[in-house]
């Protein structure tokens, strides 16, 4: 089943008219995309957008052996300008299955959002998924066959792609095609970083894919370092690595605080944001977590987790450092780093820079800033893939 992309932007296409901001000022030649539409094998139009004859002209094919349009969602705005010859296009109740006259099944599916998904199967067998901006699949049962490839709003809804994933839809061979793209999401590089770490890829406007044919699906690192200073978006950029994937386990480190108003406000910040199918446990005993079969788990922090491995260490007290908690801590530290290295599981993990500001005044907040710096470095290299977050923007650092 060949695929033509004759656009892969957001309704309003990208960059948006008239808009001011910094990614549609940038979003020029194949970074600009117009409103999303798929041609599969000539014969089934998936979405009717402005220009789309000459789009398909663009791309190498033609119009003229369309027989069915179909629309995914509402279109806001003027009506849309119908190419001569083609089919008045329409929507399909859902549950409901057309057979085209060219063999292919196209069966609608409903969404948890206003617009209709479309799961279209080839006379060979090959089968694609196609959903609408900022929608996902609703009532998804367990234990689906793997599409061969799906076409979803991926930045927008990566729980969309978790659910997925969580019911087979999207198995290990799935090519994950990112559209719907707007101006929320960064172009270039980081774009294609940030959906490999959903194991998706985006294309551009008028690329021709074959669904079924081998592609080699993007690699989700299997460890993950996040750093950065304080309030510059590490933990959010953490979480998004994860947010496409289900049934992650969040390990909080810094426990509980009674009696802080301002901590509990943290905490229920984070919780809010993170997506409810996740589970959450609050531990700084990382080695058994490592060591266990299960899903993706995001440990946030390894600075609150070195805190209470020198409070246990007796490290704020320099005679009994010397004697026996500095090598108390050396021997914790050493643990985790190999569980790390062994651990089968899909892990990110967030820490603080340090050593960019003032050195601190005391001999404990220095004794504090080596070690963690010390730890760092450590489990970073234990880590195939190495963000630095700086400003809100992922530098990396490896991988």
């Known amino acids: 089943?060949?695929?033509?992309?004759?656009?892969?932007?957001?309704?309003?296409?990208?960059?948006?008219?008239?808009?001011p901001c910094a990614v549609c000022a940038t979003a020029r030649g194949p970074e600009a995309r117009a409103a999303t539409a798929l041609?599969?094998?000539?014969?089934?139009?998936?979405?009717?957008?402005?220009?789309?004859?000459?789009?398909?002209?663009?791309?190498?094919?033609?119009?003229?052996?369309?027989?069915?349009?179909?629309?995914?969602?509402?279109?806001?705005?003027?009506?849309?300008?119908?190419?001569?010859?083609?089919?008045?296009?329409?929507?399909?109740?859902d549950g409901r299955e057309l057979t085209l006259i060219s063999g292919h099944r196209v069966r609608a599916l409903p969404m948890d959002h206003p617009g209709?998904?479309?799961?279209?199967?080839?006379?060979?067998?090959?089968?694609?998924?196609?959903?609408?901006?900022?929608?996902?699949?609703?009532?998804?049962?367990?234990?689906?066959?793997?599409?061969?490839?799906?076409?979803?709003?991926?930045?927008?809804?990566?729980?969309?792609?978790?659910?997925?994933?969580?019911?087979?839809?999207?198995?290990?061979?799935?090519?994950?095609?990112?559209?719907?793209?707007?101006?929320?999401?960064?172009?270039?590089?980081?774009?294609?970083?940030?959906?490999?770490?959903?194991?998706?890829?985006?294309v551009p406007d008028g690329t021709t894919l074959i669904v079924g044919e081998y592609h080699a699906v993007p690699d989700v690192p299997r460890r993950t370092l996040v750093t950065g200073g304080a309030r510059s978006g590490k933990s959010l950029e953490a979480e998004r690595r994860l947010d496409a994937f289900p049934?992650?386990?969040?390990?909080?480190?810094?426990?509980?605080?009674?009696?802080?108003?301002?901590?509990?406000?943290?905490?229920?910040?984070h919780r809010e944001r993170r997506p409810g199918s996740w589970r959450t446990a609050e531990t700084c005993d990382l080695v058994p977590v490592l060591a266990e079969d299960g899903p993706p788990v995001l440990i946030d922090c390894l600075?609150?987790?070195?805190?209470?491995?020198?409070?246990?260490?007796?490290?704020?007290?320099?005679?009994?450092?010397?004697?026996?908690?500095?090598?108390?801590?050396?021997?914790?530290?050493?643990?985790?780093?190999?569980a790390v290295r062994a651990t089968s599981r899909t892990v990110v993990a967030v820490t603080n820079e340090v050593g960019s500001g003032v050195v601190?005044?005391?001999?404990?907040?220095?004794?504090?800033r080596d070690e963690l710096g010390r730890l760092n470095s450590a489990f970073a290299a234990e880590c195939e893939h190495v963000l630095l977050v700086v400003a809100g923007q992922a530098l990396v650092l490896r991988g």
């Open 303 to 338: 600075s609150l987790w070195l805190t209470d491995a020198m409070d246990k260490a007796g490290a704020w007290d320099d005679e009994r450092w010397a004697a026996e908690g500095e090598r108390a801590l050396r021997e914790r530290v050493g643990e985790l780093l190999a």
């Open 247 to 269: 049934d992650v386990l969040y390990v909080a480190t810094g426990g509980g605080r009674d009696g802080d108003p301002e901590w509990a406000a943290r905490v229920a910040a």
């Open 1 to 19: 089943m060949e695929l033509t992309l004759l656009g892969t932007g957001a309704p309003a296409g990208l960059p948006r008219p008239d808009c």
């Open 116 to 202: 209709t998904g479309y799961e279209v199967t080839s006379p060979d067998g090959d089968r694609l998924l196609y959903l609408p901006p900022g929608a996902a699949s609703a009532g998804l049962a367990e234990g689906l066959a793997a599409y061969e490839m799906v076409v979803a709003d991926v930045v927008g809804r990566p729980d969309a792609i978790a659910r997925l994933r969580a019911s087979g839809a999207i198995g290990a061979t799935t090519d994950v095609i990112a559209v719907h793209l707007d101006h929320d999401a960064p172009g270039g590089p980081e774009l294609a970083r940030r959906l490999a770490a959903a194991g998706a890829r985006a």
């Open 39 to 93: 041609l599969v094998d000539g014969a089934l139009l998936l979405d009717l957008t402005p220009g789309a004859a000459l789009a398909a002209a663009r791309a190498g094919h033609s119009l003229v052996g369309v027989r069915q349009v179909l629309l995914t969602h509402p279109h806001d705005g003027p009506a849309l300008d119908l190419p001569a010859g083609l089919p008045t296009a329409g929507r399909v109740p």
């Open 360 to 368: 601190p005044a005391t001999a404990s907040g220095r004794r504090f």
